[in-house]
Structures are given as structure tokens and as C-alpha cells.
């Protein structure tokens, strides 16, 4: 089975340009799930049945493995079977019924499609300050990026003709994708708004406050909760409700899980499995199912 492992990994990094710690996390698993199988005797993808996958999942249970680990398991299973059978490699999905245990977690509060609409037509003027506020809005929303990485961005970061930017966090970089609300959005500030804000030709921070620097957590909040009140949203709205609106949106379209864990960022897909419960190539996926694409 090494060798479909080696296949479906190679898939991962190429085709759906997943990150190398993605890539070694599925392939850790999936090397687990085959010393399993070995164990017991089967040695082929297509020899895989159902209730042999059962066993395993029970095994870890007895094992004493976290239900959010074994959820992760769960999920490399289950897209290493569903690529198989996209490949023709195997008849059918043995992984098909496959559940994860249940994972204690609180679902995560988030805006309404129509919420968010609402609150996203509220910078509608052509002010400096209106435009910025909807490059923001439109482009936390479009990507699901954490507030301090929407704040650091650089103009060099942001690939519009291709809707397309560089993600940074602690650790690493990631490409993350957005529609072309945001893109428009993106480009009528740059045409009209950023060169007021500018006080140092230097600056390449793409949103500035009306001093000419960073744009801060705290006055990124006060603009949200603006909008917010004007829109007559009733929430405590946060800067993470749009990151968690984002997914949700595109887990309840059909978005797989995978998309949505390397669009976050998350190191770990079982960090994801709480947009599960919202479910009904990277790029592809996304224009398909973001509701601003």
C-alpha cells in the first residue's frame, strides 16, 4: 500500500499545493493505517473493507487515543479512499460510512449568510476611509485569514490578477485564494484610497490607519463593531466570527475539509472537524463554493 500512499501523497503537495506539514501529517497516518492492515493480513488498497476499518478505529479507541486524533485518522482515511476511487485505483469507498467519534467541541458562533451580506454592503460610499474599510471587510471574509495576518499584508503579497495571496503566521507561509468581491474591493482602494492614508512612501503595509501606519487589532475591532451596530446585527461580532463564518459558509456549500484546514492554516485537520456538522482542486473548490467568489 506504500506505493498508493506515496501516490496520493504526491497529489496533495502538487496538484492541491498543500503544505509539507499537511503532507507528512497525512502520510504519517496513513503509514499507521497500513501497519494495521498489514497486521492483519491485507496488504492491497483494493483488498480494504469496510468493517476492517471499523476495527481500527476501535482499536485506537481501546488504545486510549483522543477523540480528536482519532478524528484526524478518520479524515486522512477517508480522503486517501475517496482520491483512490476518483483514480479508478479501487471499486469502491470502503471508507464510505466511515464516522469519527464525537468530538466535544462548541460549535463556533458565526454570522448568517444574509448577516453577512448586510454587513458587508455597509462601507458603501466612495470615501478613502469607506473604501479601506471594505478592502478589509471583503478580504477577511473572502479568505478566513486570522485579523493580525490581514493586518500585516503587503502590497506585494496580494496577487490580484491571479486572486491570490501570501499568507503568513509564526511558523510558516501559505498561498490562500479569494473571489472577486475582494479583488474589486482590493483594487478601489488601491486606485483611490491608500495613497491618503500614505505618510512614507517606505510603507508597504497594504491597510493603514488615517496616520499612515499599521492598522491595528484594536482599531480593526472598532470598525467592525461599527459596521456591525449600523447593520443591525445583534452579536457580540469578533474579528474570529468572520474567520469562523468563512468556513462554516463553505463547509454548508460543500467544501472539503482539507480546503478548509489549509486555507486556515491549521496544522492539524482535527482542528477543522468543527465545521463538519456544517457540510451538506484548492482553487476550483473555492469558486465553487465560497458565496463571494
Not at 161 to 168: D, M, T
Not at 245 to 257: E, F, I, K, N, P
Request: proline residues 4%; charged residues 30%; hydrophobic residues 40%.
Amino acid at each position: 500500500m506504500e506505493k498508493e500512499i506515496q501516490e496520493f501523497t504526491g497529489y496533495l503537495e502538487t496538484v492541491k499545493r498543500l503544505s509539507r506539514n499537511t503532507v507528512m501529517s497525512y502520510r504519517g497516518d496513513l503509514t499507521k493505517m497500513a501497519a494495521y492492515l498489514q497486521e492483519q493480513g491485507i496488504a492491497r488498497a483494493a483488498d480494504v473493507s469496510a468493517t476492517v476499518l471499523s476495527s481500527y478505529i476501535l482499536d485506537m479507541e481501546k488504545k486510549g487515543m483522543s477523540a480528536a486524533t482519532i478524528s484526524r485518522y478518520v479524515a486522512s482515511i477517508k480522503a486517501f479512499f475517496d482520491y483512490l476511487l476518483r483514480e479508478h485505483r479501487i471499486a469502491e469507498d470502503p471508507s464510505f460510512f466511515l464516522r469519527p467519534p464525537k468530538v466535544e467541541k462548541h460549535t463556533p458562533e458565526i454570522l448568517t449568510e444574509q448577516e453577512m451580506e448586510c454587513l458587508l454592503m455597509q462601507p458603501s460610499s466612495n470615501k478613502p476611509k469607506e473604501l479601506r474599510d471594505r478592502a478589509m471587510l471583503e478580504l477577511l471574509y473572502a479568505t478566513g485569514m486570522r485579523v493580525s495576518e490581514l493586518l500585516t499584508l503587503h502590497e506585494e503579497d496580494i496577487n490580484l490578477r491571479f486572486g491570490w495571496l501570501i499568507c503568513r503566521d509564526a511558523d510558516r507561509e501559505r498561498m490562500v485564494p479569494f473571489g472577486e468581491a475582494a479583488a474589486q474591493a482590493i483594487k478601489d482602494y488601491l486606485k483611490i484610497a491608500r495613497d491618503v492614508f500614505l505618510k512614507d512612501e517606505k510603507q508597504t503595509i497594504l491597510f493603514l490607519n488615517c496616520s499612515g501606519k499599521p492598522m491595528s487589532r484594536q482599531g480593526f475591532w472598532k470598525i467592525l463593531k461599527g459596521y456591525a451596530a449600523r447593520a443591525g446585527i445583534d452579536k457580540d461580532i469578533t474579528p474570529r466570527m468572520f474567520r469562523h463564518s468563512c468556513a462554516a459558509h463553505m463547509a454548508a456549500r460543500g467544501a472539503g475539509l482539507p480546503v478548509i484546514q489549509e486555507m486556515r492554516g491549521h496544522k492539524d485537520i482535527a482542528a477543522t472537524q468543527i465545521y463538519a456538522e456544517f457540510q451538506i482542486g484548492m482553487k476550483t473548490e473555492y469558486s465553487k463554493t465560497h458565496p463571494r467568489a
